[in-house]
């Protein structure tokens, strides 16, 4: 089995204060990427005897063992194996919306849609502003220097 990589290192706990993750799965014989987001949790709401209302229940989803949502991915993985692939988690996200940004991010600035070098084919996103602010508060955007255009 291929691990998923933190910046250099060997990661395979999910944090506690973290909802998931944003990476980059590289083919290794090929060098095609695909830049996704993966959840750490899985939140299922189920019936309890003798409740009237359904219960949530959060379980450790499949992000271990995960290669991505795409389907040339997954027939590559399966015609190569999963470990002629790199797993690297790019940023650790406190929230959804932080994920979903920062998965746009990742896939805009590295032009995922326009490279072939890339499986990503289509990006779709929904996220507030009011939802990014621990993002807004913390030193990521310092990074980048805001522009007008």
Aim: net charge positive.
């Amino acid at each position: 089995m291929n691990d998923w990589t933190f910046r250099g290192e060997v990661f395979n706990v999910a944090p506690e204060d973290c909802v998931g993750f944003v990476y980059c799965i590289e083919n290794t014989t090929n060098g095609r990427k695909y830049i996704g987001k993966k959840q750490f949790w899985s939140i299922n709401r189920k019936k309890v005897k003798g409740k009237k209302r359904k219960v949530k229940v959060e379980t450790e989803s499949d992000w271990k063992t995960y290669h991505g949502s795409s389907g040339d991915v997954a027939a590559d993985v399966e015609k190569l194996g999963a470990g002629k692939f790199k797993r690297e988690i790019l940023h650790l996200c406190k929230s959804k919306a932080e994920c979903s940004y920062l998965e746009l991010h990742e896939q805009v600035i590295r032009r995922a849609l326009i490279d072939d070098s890339y499986y990503n084919s289509w990006i779709r996103v929904r996220v507030t502003k009011s939802h990014l602010k621990s993002l807004r508060d913390s030193d990521f955007l310092s990074q980048f220097p805001s522009r007008k255009l």
